[in-house]
């Protein structure tokens, strides 16, 4: 009778004994899916939080995400446009500022074509340029950059992956215009200015290509140098007669050049009595337009011959930069 008792007890131990066990087991499960649970979360947030630190700490100079956070100060600019005279920088450069996450330097510093500004060192450079955040872009030109031999190493040597403009038009239109400013130069200092003939030709006739008339014109000359240091896909080429026919598409190409966020829409650009462009900006209610007193002068009135001998100097150096810079002008034939 005991030992049926006993065997009796013994299986209900067992039972009691396993039921205890596969209770405790599901509460350790529970226990552990609800720890992994919990790590993960916290690893998400952790990873969640170093994601947005990231994002703060970053230094981009041409984020598109503002972020109120970000310092304040001056930049070595991630623009410059390095010329040419007479073609527009100015126009190009105002037109650039107007964008919400673009500041440029308000002069043309020459801190690369000209020694004593250049000894003065980087910082120096640096100071002159506007107070931007990280995710704004800083841009400068100074048309003298272009024809200077010395300036693209010195770029190349402070920035390799600085972003190049170069505004260039009809150059033989640029020639007459850069007379234009040389004459009117010399009238605010009282100085009588030479014929046009007389600065573009030597007295046998030929060709002066020292001047700047005829020198800034021979565009292929100062573009081979630049391409010795910089891609060609880090040149941006602008037709400053197409910018000042319709600057809208220009802008909205050097937006995505420029790597930043898109702003320029063709309302914004219209024409002022004279003919040329005027835009609204971020700092002004009213349109900006350019200076009438210093755009739009009269153009002398040249000889036939004159303006032959002019374009078939400078056909050859126009056809080659063109064919240099992959771009295929009106002008490009002459």
Sequence with gaps: MMTRINKILLIFGTI???????????????????????????EMKLSSASSINYNRSTNNPLSKNHDEDIRIKRRFPNSIIIGTRKSGTRALLEMLRSHPLIEGATSEIHFFNLESKFKLGVSWYIKQMPKTKSNELTIEKSPKYFIVPSVPKRIHDLSKDVKLILIVRNPVSRAVSDYLQRVAHNE?????????????FHQDGTINSNVSEIDVSMYDVHYERWLKLFN??????????DLAANPFPILKELETFLNIRHYFEKRMFIRNSK??????TKRAKQPTCLDSSRKGR????????TMDKITEFLKPHATNFCYLASVKFSWCSL
């Design 16 to 42: 009691l004994t396993c039921c205890l066990f596969f209770v405790w087991r599901k509460k350790h499960d529970n226990e552990s899916e609800t720890i992994r649970m919990f790590t993960s979360t916290e």
């Design 188 to 200: 605010k200092e009282k100085i009588k200015t030479p014929s046009f003939e007389n600065i573009v």
């Design 232 to 241: 060609k896909e880090q040149i941006y080429v602008v037709n400053g007669d």
């Design 275 to 280: 003919g040329f462009y005027c835009w609204k």
């Design 298 to 305: 009269n153009h002398p009135n040249l000889s036939t011959d």
